[in-house]
């Protein structure tokens, strides 16, 4: 079957990551093929980091960590296939927050590169601008230009998955243990850019209280660092104000019309949010 990375709705908390990306699985096997201008050098780096303890024990590992380059020169990777969240199944949200917690919780490899998030994110703003000017979606432009020019430096630097969601979670055949997928991602970075999506999609009203605690309790009970309860998380601010934006341009881009597009229900919720964390 060959496609592109999955576009889940937002309403299990899973938000969609802007990549020109092409996956194609052959018995059990996800066979990769990057975006083309992807740094080989980098891609090493993040598949070696996450093949080897104590990275390694939060990850489905990579089969290989050596790239290699296709005929047109885009790079693939192999990794294992893992079975996603059955649909009838209640989202882990506790065992992602410890998976994150212990990631987080990993001593930072000097050559590894910083997270994937970034460069996603600045596609996600660059999709922004090009959709129809004059309407309800205008503030994405002015939202994502200031979020790029107040990038903050990191509070605490981590190994961070870089396109959390539930999404990039995964068993292997056999197993019951849930581990990350997608290292192609994996570099340093604030911690809180991995529980930035959750955080975002609760905010928004779109991810239910329940969840968004069962995650915040399984990361601190895995030794992840959070605030006093009833106090504030100024550091997850940015990074929750740029996942909502990536959210959302993922949700118009599934509308009717795009890039003029008819605003679904969930839009017209991630706009009024984007309104308010503008």
């Keep these: 079957v060959d496609s592109g990375l999955p576009e889940p709705p937002p309403h299990r908390g899973q938000r969609s990551r802007v990549e020109d990306m092409r996956q194609q699985v052959v018995d059990d096997v996800i066979v990769s093929k990057h975006p083309a201008g992807t740094m080989e050098d980098d891609l090493a780096v993040r598949l070696a980091v996450a093949s080897t303890d104590p990275v ?3 990850y489905a590992p990579p089969l290989s960590a050596i790239p290699v380059a296709a005929p047109d020169g885009r790079l693939v990777t192999l990794a294992p296939r893992t079975h996603p969240i059955p649909d009838d199944e209640p989202p882990p949200w506790h065992e992602a927050g ?17 997270h994937g998030g970034r460069q996603q994110f600045a596609a996600a703003v660059a999709e922004a601008d090009a959709l129809h000017p004059g309407g309800s979606t205008d503030v994405l432009r002015e939202l ?35 581990l990350l997928t997608g290292p192609h991602t994996l570099g340093v970075g604030d911690a809180a850019w991995d529980l930035a999506g959750p955080a975002a999609l609760w905010g928004a009203g779109l991810l239910d209280d329940a969840s968004w605690f069962a995650f915040v309790g399984g990361y601190a ?33 599934r509308c009717p019309g795009h890039p003029q597009p008819e605003l679904s229900p969930a839009a017209e919720v991630l706009l009024a949010a984007c309104v308010k964390a503008n």
């Design 56 to 58: 390694r024990r939060s």
């Design 98 to 114: 410890a998976l994150l917690a212990r990631l987080h919780s990993c001593p930072v490899p000097d050559d590894l590169p910083e």
């Design 144 to 178: 994502g230009l200031h979020l790029l020019q107040s990038w903050p430096v990191p509070t605490r630097v981590a190994v961070v998955h870089g396109t959390f969601d539930l999404g990039r979670l995964g068993r292997l055949p056999g197993t019951d243990a849930w």
């Design 221 to 253: 009970a895995a030794g992840g660092r959070t605030p006093t309860e009833g106090q504030p998380w100024p550091g997850l601010d940015h990074p929750a104000r740029c996942a909502l934006l990536m959210a959302t341009v993922a949700e118009l881009r």
